[in-house]
């Protein structure tokens, strides 16, 4: 039959990146399942190289293929991107 694969949702940074949108109190992003959340939910632009890469890479440490921390820098840039193509 099939194969389960382990996920863990627990992963997190060793540093979390705090992230400030207009006027909001700073968020906090402690790990790769949260990044995977607030890119999906607040990124108004879920497009371009850097989000799929930070997308794709934050699921990879999910299901623990990844040292969460070797995604980290993948998650600021896909933030970078998107304050690019904000309007």
């Not at 997190?12 to 890119?39: C, D, K, S, T």
Request: some cysteine; charged content about 20%; overall charge positive.
């Amino acid at each position: 039959m099939g194969q389960i694969i382990p996920i863990n949702f627990a992963a997190h940074w060793n540093l979390p990146v705090f992230i400030e949108q207009g006027g909001y109190p700073n968020i906090g992003i402690e790990g790769p399942a949260q990044a995977i959340r607030y890119m999906q939910l607040r990124f108004r632009c879920r497009s371009g190289p850097l989000y799929w890469k930070a997308l794709l890479t934050c699921y990879s440490a999910v299901r623990r293929e990844v040292d969460p921390e070797e995604i980290r820098r993948h998650f600021l840039a896909a933030c970078a991107e998107a304050e690019w193509k904000s309007p």
